[in-house]
T-cell receptor, first 114, second 115 residues
Framework: AQSVTQPDIHITVSEGASLELRCNYS??????LFWYVQSPGQGLQLLLK??????LVQGIKGFEAEFKRSQSSFNLRKPSVHWSDAAEYFC????????????FGQGTELSVKP | DAGVTQSPTHLIKTRGQQVTLRCSPK?????VSWYQQALGQGPQFIFQ???????QRGNFPDRFSGHQFPNYSSELNVNALLLGDSALYLC??????????????FGPGTRLTVL
């Protein structure tokens, strides 16, 4: 079955601390992986994406993610969190060659302490 | 570039009614996908339209139907509304190049409340 698991429903970090959000996927074909961010009442904004090449990908707002095929993981990281990073983060997987049905995880809500 | 736009922003309906949501894709995009996001959940794929035809469909009943117009805009129709249809409905647009869909750009969504 195709699925995305984000084990952490809610994470709180202090401003300036590092962040890692976990994502594990199950997908039959070669996955096209994404991280999106959603602020309250807003749509989804793409942070970064990965299909092939260097397994460490850089995104917007200082985020990066590392693809580990052996662990079926695509964890999102940021070295120093800012208060404006507080939001809901979604990991998603989709097909590369057949169109855009994306499968999303349940999301991780990030709170930032001053 | 206006990006993906959706209307209306909010909508309140009662059980059994029908609703139509609208989406205009990002300039240059030819494909529209619709997702349902229930409170506290990730978005779930409803269907995708390309060249005015339904290209892919998720696990949603036939009460959910759609349409794509020649200008690539799209409508999502839901008949016989149920309380469980209350959700944020997201539209995403993309461009299919050589059969491959690149990243999807999402609109702000329409918040549907069914009473």
């Amino acid at each position: 079955a195709q699925s995305v698991t984000q084990p952490d429903i809610h994470i709180t970090v202090s401003e300036g601390a590092s962040l890692e959000l976990r994502c594990n996927y199950s997908y039959g074909a070669t996955p096209y992986l994404f991280w999106y961010v959603q602020s309250p009442g807003q749509g989804l904004q793409l942070l970064l994406k990965y299909f092939s090449g260097d397994t460490l990908v850089q995104g917007i707002k200082g985020f990066e993610a590392e693809f580990k095929r052996s662990q079926s993981s695509f964890n999102l990281r940021k070295p120093s969190v800012h208060w404006s990073d507080a939001a809901e983060y979604f990991c998603a997987v989709g097909p590369y060659n057949q169109g855009g049905k994306l499968i999303f995880g349940q999301g991780t809500e990030l709170s930032v302490k001053p | 570039d206006a990006g993906v736009t959706q209307s209306p922003t909010h909508l309140i309906k009662t059980r059994g009614q029908q609703v139509t949501l609208r989406c205009s894709p990002k300039s240059g995009h030819d494909t529209v996908s619709w997702y349902q996001q229930a409170l506290g959940q990730g978005p779930q794929f409803i269907f995708q339209y390309y060249e005015e035809e339904e290209r892919q469909r998720g696990n949603f009943p036939d009460r959910f139907s759609g349409h794509q117009f020649p200008n690539y805009s799209s409508e999502l129709n839901v008949n016989a509304l149920l309380l469980g249809d209350s959700a944020l409905y997201l539209c995403a647009s993309s461009l299919i190049t050589s059969g491959r869909t690149d990243e999807q750009f999402f609109g702000p969504g329409t918040r549907l409340t069914v009473l």
